[in-house]
């Protein structure tokens, strides 16, 4: 599983995980030593995450409660800056030998991945909803 965040101005390192992420992971490996001092060096930040088992959970959502989030509907990839830039990682990837060559790839593509893209993204959110309701909640273009 690899993690990350993204800010208009900033984004976190990546965080590789292997094995499964459970609630416990999620919050010990990542929110307690990601996300608390991501947020708490973005004065103002709204932390937005995805309905995932682990996000949803309430010891997930007890430590979030010190951080202003914003609820996500589910289903609706096509609003998430995020996925985006996952989708610009994957389409980089070169064919890999091993599970470590593959996560030094991906922290190397992050690491280079121009914060004009975040931004862009970022900037795209109005037209993002507008295209979300215009479809119905369908995927839209994109």
């Not at 990601?34 to 004065?43: M, Q, R």
């Not at 990839?77 to 064919?95: A, F, G, T, Y």
């Not at 004009?116 to 970022?122: F, K, P, Q, V």
């Amino acid at each position: 599983m690899v993690w990350g965040a993204i800010a208009y101005d900033s984004r976190s390192t990546l965080i590789v995980m292997r094995g499964t992420l459970t609630v416990q992971r999620y919050v010990d490996d990542i929110l307690r030593s990601h996300v608390g001092p991501f947020l708490n060096g973005l004065p103002g930040a709204i932390f937005q995450q995805d309905n995932a088992r682990p996000h949803i959970a309430r010891v997930a959502q007890d430590f979030l409660r010190h951080f202003q989030t914003l609820p996500w509907p589910a289903r609706f990839p096509d609003l998430s800056p995020v996925e985006h830039v996952w989708d610009q990682l994957k389409r980089q990837i070169p064919s890999c030998h091993s599970v470590h060559d593959l996560e030094l790839v991906v922290q190397d593509l992050s690491t280079h991945l121009p914060q004009d893209n975040i931004r862009y993204l970022i900037n795209s959110m109005p037209d993002r909803v507008a295209a979300c309701i215009t479809a119905g909640g369908v995927p839209t273009r994109y």
